[in-house]
C-alpha cells in the first residue's frame, strides 16, 4: 500500500503564512531553494515520493492535508505539476480555492522533467525518442526502490516488458549531480538495454516558480 503520510512536524497556526506542500521526491531542491533565499518563515511539507507510482492518489492526498490545516495560510503552493493525475489535481485547486479562501496555485506543466528541463528542451527530447525513461537526482538515488520494487519487479520481472517494453532511451535530467550520478544513470540505462543521454537542467522552472509566489515579507530580513 502506498503511503500519503506528510513528512514534517505538526503545521501550526500561520495565519498570514505560505504553505508549500510537495512531492517528496523534490525534497533536496525546495530545501536548498528554502535556504538560498532565506524563506525562513515559509512551511514547507512533503508527501510520501511513493505516489509518483499511483498518481491517481495525488489529487486525494493533497485535499485531506490543506483541509486539515483549515484556514491558516493565506497562500498555499502545491509542489506537483500535473503528474499524471489527468487533470483531477487542478480540479481539487480549484476546489480549495473555493473553501479555503486561500491563494493555492501549482508548478505549471505536465510532470517534474517538463519543469525541470523547460517547456522547449522537453519538447525535442520527446520528439527525438517517445520511449524515453527520464530520471532526476531524486529517482537516479532511489531507482530500485521506487521503481523495480515499487513496482514489483524484484519479485515479478516477467512484467519488465509490460512496463518498459516501449522504452528505448534513458535521459538523466541532472539537477545537482554528484561525481558518480552520470555513471551511475548509465549503469541504470545499459542495465535496462537502453541508450543513455545525460542532460544538466539545474532547478529549471521550479526555481521560477517557487520565487513567484513567495512574498517578500516573508524572506528573513
Same mark, same amino acid.
Given at each position: 500500500?502506498?503511503?500519503?503520510?506528510?513528512?514534517?512536524?505538526?503545521?501550526?497556526?500561520?495565519?498570514?503564512?505560505?504553505?508549500?506542500?510537495?512531492?517528496?521526491?523534490?525534497?533536496?531542491?525546495?530545501?536548498?531553494?528554502?535556504?538560498?533565499?532565506?524563506?525562513?518563515?515559509?512551511?514547507?511539507?512533503?508527501?510520501?515520493?511513493?505516489?509518483?507510482?499511483?498518481?491517481?492518489?495525488?489529487?486525494?492526498?493533497?485535499?485531506?492535508?490543506?483541509?486539515?490545516?483549515?484556514?491558516?495560510?493565506?497562500?498555499?503552493?502545491?509542489?506537483?505539476?500535473?503528474?499524471?493525475?489527468?487533470?483531477?489535481?487542478?480540479?481539487?485547486?480549484?476546489?480549495?480555492?473555493?473553501?479555503?479562501?486561500?491563494?493555492?496555485?501549482?508548478?505549471?506543466?505536465?510532470?517534474? *522533467? @517538463? &519543469?525541470?528541463?523547460?517547456?522547449?528542451?522537453?519538447? $525535442?527530447?520527446?520528439? !527525438?525518442?517517445?520511449?524515453?525513461?527520464? /530520471? +532526476?537526482?531524486?529517482?537516479?538515488?532511489?531507482?530500485?526502490?521506487?521503481?523495480?520494487?515499487?513496482?514489483?519487479?524484484?519479485?515479478?520481472?516477467?512484467?519488465?516488458?509490460?512496463?518498459?517494453?516501449?522504452?528505448?532511451?534513458?535521459?538523466?535530467?541532472?539537477?545537482?549531480?554528484?561525481?558518480?550520478?552520470?555513471?551511475?544513470?548509465?549503469?541504470?540505462?545499459?542495465?535496462?538495454?537502453?541508450? *543513455? @543521454? &545525460?542532460?544538466?537542467?539545474?532547478?529549471?522552472?521550479? $526555481?521560477?516558480?517557487? !520565487?513567484?509566489?513567495?512574498?517578500?515579507? /516573508? +524572506?528573513?530580513?
Amino acid at each position: 500500500m502506498i503511503s500519503t503520510e506528510v513528512n514534517g512536524p505538526p503545521v501550526t497556526d500561520q495565519r498570514d503564512g505560505t504553505l508549500i506542500l510537495a512531492c517528496g521526491a523534490l525534497a533536496r531542491e525546495i530545501g536548498a531553494l528554502k535556504k538560498a533565499n532565506a524563506w525562513t518563515k515559509v512551511k514547507v511539507r512533503y508527501l510520501a515520493p511513493e505516489l509518483h507510482n499511483r498518481p491517481e492518489r495525488i489529487p486525494g492526498a493533497v485535499a485531506d492535508f490543506v483541509k486539515s490545516v483549515g484556514g491558516r495560510f493565506e497562500r498555499i503552493f502545491i509542489g506537483y505539476a500535473d503528474c499524471g493525475t489527468g487533470g483531477r489535481l487542478d480540479t481539487v485547486i480549484e476546489a480549495l480555492r473555493r473553501d479555503s479562501g486561500a491563494v493555492v496555485e501549482r508548478i505549471p506543466g505536465v510532470h517534474c *522533467y @517538463e &519543469f525541470y528541463a523547460g517547456e522547449k528542451i522537453f519538447a $525535442a527530447l520527446a520528439e !527525438a525518442e517517445l520511449g524515453t525513461f527520464y /530520471l +532526476t537526482d531524486f529517482l537516479l538515488k532511489h531507482f530500485d526502490r521506487l521503481v523495480i520494487r515499487g513496482l514489483g519487479l524484484d519479485r515479478h520481472p516477467e512484467l519488465m516488458d509490460s512496463y518498459f517494453g516501449h522504452y528505448r532511451r534513458l535521459v538523466y535530467l541532472a539537477q545537482k549531480p554528484g561525481p558518480t550520478d552520470d555513471a551511475a544513470a548509465a549503469a541504470i540505462a545499459a542495465r535496462m538495454g537502453w541508450s *543513455y @543521454e &545525460f542532460q544538466l537542467t539545474g532547478y529549471g522552472g521550479l $526555481a521560477h516558480s517557487l !520565487a513567484g509566489v513567495i512574498p517578500v515579507a /516573508l +524572506t528573513e530580513q
